[in-house]
């Protein structure tokens, strides 16, 4: 069982690098959010695999937990602040 | 190899499909409205079945009650985050994509 999480964890780095193209070189910021939001919902099933694997879950689930609250948070800010700006060629 | 570990490889197999496709919508898909649409289904989808895998595989305890309260938050946060942006994009005056005269691309 662990090493299927770890092949799981493995293939989900890469999807996150396939992301990273998109939140790079994204012709502009909003294609760059895109890209970020999809990277931080990776990261924490990456998060609760790791903690699945080193056999630690009921401390890695609290950051995980943390981690989903501040993507949603940011890309709410991000979205309300290019929404009041009303530039988003940069 | 016990009956929760297939239920379990099954949730997180089928979570990590629909993350592919997710990811090649927004890699491959013609401009932003059409991106957004492939992730934040996609996203969602792939996080609930993924999370629902894992409590599945911790078995009934805390750790699990907390995984299933982090998928049922994705759940409504994740349509609400894809919804603002997409909102911010319309009132900044983003044009939809629509196929070129002329059929092909």
Redesign the interface.
Same mark, same amino acid.
Request: hydrophobic share 60%; glycine share 6%; with cysteine.
């Given at each position: 069982?662990i090493d299927?999480f770890l092949i799981?964890c493995v293939?989900?780095c890469v999807?996150v690098l #396939?992301?990273l193209?998109?939140a790079t070189y994204g012709p502009?910021v909003?294609?760059r +959010?895109?890209?970020i939001?999809?990277i931080g919902?990776?990261t924490?099933?990456i998060l609760? #695999?790791m903690g +699945?694997i080193y056999d630690r879950?009921?401390m890695f689930?609290?950051i995980?937990?943390v981690y +989903?609250?501040l993507?949603?948070i940011g890309?709410?800010v991000?979205?309300?602040y290019?929404?009041r700006t009303?530039?988003?060629s940069w | 190899m016990v009956v929760k @570990?297939i239920i379990? %490889?099954f949730f997180?197999l089928a979570?990590?499909f629909f993350?592919?496709t997710?990811?090649l919508g927004?890699?491959r898909l013609p401009d932003?409205f059409t991106?957004?649409h492939a992730?934040g289904k996609g @996203?969602t989808l792939?996080?609930f079945l993924?999370?629902i895998g894992?409590a599945v595989?911790?078995g009934f305890s805390?750790?699990s009650a907390? %995984?299933v309260? %982090?998928a049922v938050?994705?759940f409504l946060?994740?349509p609400?985050?894809t919804h603002? %942006?997409s909102?911010?994009?319309f009132?900044?005056?983003?044009q939809p994509w629509t196929m070129p005269k002329g059929g092909k691309k």
């Open positions: 069982m299927f799981l293939g989900m999807l #396939l992301c193209y998109r502009d909003l294609n +959010a895109a890209g939001s999809a919902t990776k924490l099933i609760l #695999l +699945a879950v009921e689930v609290d995980s937990m +989903a609250l993507n949603f890309t709410v991000l979205a309300k290019l929404e009303g530039d988003v | @570990d379990c %490889i997180m979570g990590f993350f592919t997710a990811t927004l890699l932003f991106r957004l992730t @996203d792939a996080v993924s999370l894992l595989y911790h805390l750790t907390k %995984i309260f %982090i938050f994705m946060a994740q609400t985050a603002a %942006i909102r911010a994009a009132r900044c005056g983003v």
